[in-house]
């Protein structure tokens, strides 16, 4: 800094700045998602698990009748395997992944002190949050369809692109069958991001990654738990995790929608709360780490 | 008053409290344009948590502060417009390099900021690590990098907290000749500092904080000539000088240093001493005025009120006036 007293001045003639907008606060949390490792770890998860169902299949080249109708088509379509990894990873891995990057995103910055760095810049905290929010959501969609892609290429690969039976005995088009592999993925993105809502919220409440994390995963292994205990058959339409399988109407013919929408304004009930209550937390907030 | 009429900081009953502990109590503020105001005050004196107030990162819970008129509380990012610097140690993304890091800030700060990543890594001498991660950087990069980040706002007001800490000798140097620069260049600047060398030389005001609250705030000058006059006496007789001091009328506090003999007097009353020295056959070798020193009435100010309230004013606040200086 030896050169300081040499170099021009820094201060100018200055007229009203013109402040970034949220789109310009998402692009670079995205580049954020992007230059860490933590990222493509659950890339790798989610892609790993369908080319180790295919090789696995390959390896042992099971025939005949299955339980799952999808199984039991395993040979004979490449497309029967993105449907049977939606079916295996909606349960809890997908859920798993997205935890990790939503109950990071607050909590990691605030932790490492990154957090008053950019809140002392030209944006205000409730642009933050939605550029927070938004690139959990893009990463849990592309954690989703990069795993229904590798799922469906190895699938594909292995057994080849031909029709498929559906859940209710309809056989449908190859190309058909990938269209509706992609919407029901596209389907199951509802209560996906409904799990990145509640993970998001958490980060921001408990400020410690592993604690928004931990009770992400927890809060859906409650559910599940709540779904299995006799005599609250009743709630079930109304637990999150019943959502997860809001993609099997379309998997039928004709289309059953009545899942989805249910799906739709169930996931809100889970949703709009938490985006909210982390909002507002986000907002009054004291940071005070780093 | 218009936004550039506007003081640069004005805190106002500035009160933040965790539960039982008030870490800030009813501080008032004044930082005007063109100050280098210093704020200091002994670690835990509550100066880092006023900053943030006036970064709005922290909610008072009582009070307000304004910079350039604007409330960080209610105006959010606006109230930051011509405003920058860092709290604590600046922070960075360790996993991105240190003009990916500059790039997402200027993005954030708009106002073409980008355009002026070049020009502040040569100010701050990080041009050639400016494709290194800063997960490598030392302290003082980071420090120098704060500035940079800092600079990218071309600020009219520069919060700074501890920016010298942790820096080696030569880095504080070029940390204080880097400052001194800025406020060449018309910046007001807001320094928190507990590095009295380092304030005496860069500031006009000071704030002194201790326990939450604020014990003097004025000119530096103020401060010291408050401090009260000192003189250094050195005789041939060291003894006997200081008998024939203590005998005297109008010399007060004397002690011996070990480098000589310390008094406080007014100048008639110093005239007075030396001429009882020679009337007792002492040889004075040297009869110098001392000011006090910053460190002196710093800790004067902050020792004599640790744990009991300040002999302030309603306010808390003791505006050009020492508090706690011996009369």
Known sequence: M??????????????????????????????KLVAQKRTYLGFVLVCALPLIFV?????????????NIFASQISQSGLATPVLMLLFLSVFMHHVVVSLVAGDIVANEDGNGTLKTILTRSVDRGQVYAAKLLAAFSYAACALFLSAAVATLAGVASWGFHSIT????????????LLLV????????????TVVCIGVMLSTVTRNSAAAVVGTIG???????????????????????DQFENWHGLLRTPTDWAPIGHSAWVCALYAVPSVVAGYLVFLRRDVAGG | MSEDDAPPVRARGLVKRYKEVLAVDHVDLNVDHGDVYGFLGPNGAGKTTTLRMALGLIVPSGGTVELFGRDPMREGARALEGVAG??????????????????????????????????????????????????????????????????????????????????DPAGMRDMRLLIRRLADDGITVLLS??????????????????????????????????????????????????????????IASVRATGEGIDFQADEGHVAELSLALGRAGIGILSLS??????????????????????????DGRAEGELVGAEP
């Open chain 1, 166 to 177: 559906t859940f209710s005995g309809t056989v449908v088009s190859a190309p058909k069958g």
């Open chain 1, 55 to 67: 090789i696995v299949e390959n390896i042992h080249e099971r025939q005949g009748h299955r339980d």
């Open chain 1, 182 to 193: 992609f919407a029901a993925n596209a389907c199951f993105l509802i209560p996906l991001l």
């Open chain 2, 86 to 167: 860092f709290v604590e140690a600046p922070r960075f993304y360790p996993y991105m390099t240190a003009r990916k890091n500059l790039e997402l800030l200027a993005a954030l700060d708009g106002d073409g900021a980008a355009g002026r990543i070049g020009e502040v890594l040569d100010v701050v001498e990080l041009a050639p690590r400016a494709r290194h991660r800063v997960g490598g950087f030392s302290h003082g990069m980071r420090q120098r990098l704060g500035i940079a980040a800092a600079l990218l706002r071309r600020p009219r007001l520069l919060i700074l907290d501890e920016p010298a800490t942790g820096l």
């Open chain 2, 289 to 314: 005025p001392e000011l006090a020193t910053l460190e002196s009435l710093f800790f004067r100010l902050t020792e004599s009120h640790a744990g009991e309230p300040a002999a302030t004013g309603r």
């Open chain 2, 193 to 250: 500092s507990h590095q009295l060398p380092e304030v005496q030389e860069l500031c006009d005001r000071v704030a002194i904080v201790d326990s939450g609250r604020v014990v003097y705030e004025g000119a530096l000058a103020d401060l010291r000539r408050q401090g009260g006059a000192g003189y250094r006496l050195r005789t041939a007789d060291e003894e006997r000088a200081i008998e024939v001091a203590r005998a005297q009328a109008g």
């Open chain 1, 219 to 241: 809060f859906i292994i409650l559910v599940l738990i709540i779904g299995q205990i006799p005599g609250l058959e009743s709630l079930h339409p109304y637990l999150l995790t």
């Open chain 1, 2 to 31: 030896s050169s300081a007293a040499t170099a021009p001045p820094l201060v100018e003639a200055r007229s009203r700045p013109r402040r970034p907008s949220t789109l310009t606060v998402y692009r670079w949390e995205l580049r």
